[in-house]
């Protein structure tokens, strides 16, 4: 292969160019599959669909056919541009402007996935190893999250593919290149709360029920409640209301019907149950009546230190001269599933721009990054 199609900025360009908008292909997908069957992996493109949810395209490709298994997972879609005019350049032109690679998606995440991809290209260039190398790409890690990496995993183990090790290419990086990997993160539990009432004129409440105090009452005993005070390995579990909807647009009519939303963040001392049973515990308190509707986007998760942590620790420290720290902190990603099939770590590109207008990386990070990836490779297999 051309040094071109092994360098990741190039590849980072044409990832860049693909309009890849969950949940929309947009090229890209195409783009890493030309690449990796060139390098002889066999790749399969996994079309899943569900019930009102947008059909979504994902690539999964393997290098040989033993173990060990090493394996890279990552996502092509990306957030919506927003508003194109506050850009300083094409939100999708890959343009290489003042040391930075520019795009929707440089850092989450298809910078990562470009290093990788020429991490793994020059490899393969100097090594073939006893096992298989393999590339798990979704198109759906920024949206629903129900067509992609979960599907695929239960494909998977459907066709007997067993990993033995994962390393996702989030962003982690926080100031610095290598400051931060990932080796857990809190779960995700969102609650939809309704109190209905009756609706009626504001000037004769006695004919009504405001169901609005009801669930501002409810709102404030959430509020109130201290889930825990974190452990050595994760920080508190949050809980944080993000929408409050009345539906109401008069000023003279007491609503009907009033609606909230929370989300919970939580460690290792709960799991979705038990969360649920904490939280209805604390509803029932309230004497208010309600109705609660739940969604566990992910439960918490830990890979304790140790081999795979340290080979990627030391890689790190060679090439940048820092120790990064091993946290659990943020959103979540799609290691929420991979755990339950290996062992699984993030580390990826400085995210400081991410999801923001003007995203970008630094040309400099891409190559230090592609480096990095490749000696932790050649680490993992002995070589």
Request: hydrophobic share 35%; glycine share 10%; charged share 25%.
């Amino acid at each position: 292969m051309s040094a071109a199609e092994k360098n990741p900025v190039e590849i980072l360009q044409g990832l860049l160019r693909c309009p890849s908008v969950t949940p929309a292909e947009g090229g890209a997908l195409d783009l890493l599959e030309g690449l990796l069957t060139k390098a002889g992996f066999v790749c399969h493109r996994l079309k899943f669909s569900d019930v009102d949810t947008p059909d979504v395209d994902n690539l999964y490709a393997r290098w040989g056919t033993a173990a060990p298994h090493f394996c890279f997972a990552g996502h092509t879609d990306v957030v919506p541009v927003g508003d194109v005019a506050g850009w300083s350049f094409d939100p999708f032109g890959g343009e290489v402007k003042d040391g930075y690679v520019c795009g929707r998606g440089a850092a989450d995440m298809k910078g990562p996935i470009a290093c990788f991809v020429s991490a793994v290209l020059r490899f393969l260039d100097e090594h073939k190893p006893q096992g298989s190398i393999s590339f798990l790409i979704t198109g759906d890690e920024e949206g629903p999250s129900i067509n992609g990496t979960p599907k695929m995993l239960k494909w998977l183990e459907e066709h007997g593919e067993k990993i033995d090790f994962c390393l996702v290419g989030e962003p982690t990086s926080r100031e610095k290149l290598g400051d931060m990997i990932k080796i857990g993160r809190r779960g995700t539990f969102t609650g939809y709360l309704t109190v209905d009432g009756k609706q009626g004129h504001v000037a004769y409440p006695h004919l009504a029920d405001n169901p609005v105090p009801k669930l501002v009452k409810l709102l404030a005993a959430l509020d109130a409640l201290v889930l825990d005070t974190g452990n050595e390995h994760f920080q508190p579990s949050n809980l944080e209301t993000v929408n409050i909807d009345i539906g109401n647009k008069a000023e003279n009519v007491i609503p009907a019907r009033a609606r909230a939303t929370f989300n919970i963040r939580f460690n290792s001392h709960w799991n979705g149950k038990t969360l649920e049973a904490k939280i209805r515990e604390t509803l029932e308190a309230t004497n208010v009546p309600y109705k609660l509707d739940i969604r566990v986007g992910g439960e918490s998760f830990y890979t304790a230190p140790g081999q795979h942590s340290d080979l990627i620790v030391e890689t790190i420290r060679k090439h940048t001269g820092r120790t990064p720290e091993l946290s659990t902190s943020g959103g979540t990603s799609d290691a929420r599933y991979i755990k339950n099939h290996c062992p699984v770590i993030e580390f990826g590109i400085v995210g400081e721009t991410m999801h923001k207008t003007d995203e970008r990386v630094a040309v400099s990070d891409m190559h230090a990054l592609a480096d990095i990836y490749l000696d932790i490779l050649k680490g993992w297999f002995r070589v």
